[in-house]
């Protein structure tokens, strides 16, 4: 928050950064579009000099035309890093409202996971619609190990799915209609089906949202998913889940399809 001119509007400006930027690279970056009150846009001036952190500059302007400007210094932290070691990654906390700095802060409150080792799955599919909004989807399954007589209702489930961050949290049947604020939203969905096993089936639906840009901006060739070219590609996808106090992460391979016009891409496993 910073402080408006006699008579304007106090504006708060909150964002996080999730990419790697190898030095010495000038980078900008880019503030979704705000709205003070009284309806007036905050103009955003992003600058990343050469050599130097990334500075965004915030002017709010009020309805008489009043103005207010603040520089903020944006320090650039790798996603799939954990910066202050509590077990999950900086790009999950960023996403659900943790902070990645601090050790005591931690999505819902949960305690550090330990390693769970590679995630079971079965199914890993990516839709993308470039250039239709909230039309792309992702959908996962495989399965958890689950301890005999454990209770599901209130337990969270966090999904990382190549840096689309989602939590949910569990009724008495395993499953969470809809995921979790921050980033919440009717069209996601997870399912933990029953089973007499120490092994469940999971499903995992996010849907009608807009993915391209996280998947076009993957540090690792192999990971970027975009339209750049049509044709049949081998590429990874990193999926992470964290559930019951582990950390399940692997990098599944498939085939990324981009049709012949450039405007759909499935990845598939």
Do not use: C, W
């Amino acid at each position: 928050m910073f402080a408006a001119p006699t008579g304007a509007v106090t504006a708060v400006v909150k964002f996080s950064v999730d990419e790697v930027v190898p030095a010495p690279t000038a980078k900008l970056f880019l503030l979704q579009a705000a709205v003070t009150p009284l309806g007036r846009p905050v103009t955003v001036s992003p600058t990343a000099p050469a050599n130097a952190p990334p500075v965004v500059t915030v002017t709010a302007i009020d309805a008489t035309g009043a103005t207010a400007t603040a520089t903020i210094t944006v320090q650039v932290i790798d996603g799939n890093g954990d910066s202050d070691g509590d077990g999950f990654s900086n790009g999950v906390e960023a996403s659900l409202g943790s902070n990645p700095s601090d050790p005591a802060s931690t999505p819902f409150n949960l305690p550090p996971p330990t390693a769970g080792g590679p995630v079971n799955a079965v199914h890993v599919k990516v839709q993308l619609a470039f250039g239709a909004p909230k039309s792309d989807q992702i959908f996962v399954s495989g399965y958890l190990p689950v301890p005999k007589g454990f209770q599901t209702a209130g337990q969270y489930v966090i999904a990382d799915i190549g840096g689309v961050v989602r939590g949910f949290r569990l009724d008495q049947s395993g499953t969470a209609r809809t995921s979790t604020a921050p980033n919440s939203s009717v069209n996601d969905i997870f399912r933990l089906k029953n089973a007499s096993s120490t092994k469940r089936r999971f499903q995992l639906t996010i849907g009608a949202s807009t993915m391209q840009a996280i998947f076009a901006n993957e540090p690792v060739a192999n990971q970027v998913l975009n339209n750049a070219k049509a044709g049949r590609f081998s590429k990874q996808v990193r999926v992470t889940i964290y559930f019951n106090g582990s950390k399940y992460e692997s990098l599944i391979t498939g085939t990324f399809a981009v049709n012949r016009r450039e405007i759909r891409g499935i990845f598939s496993h």
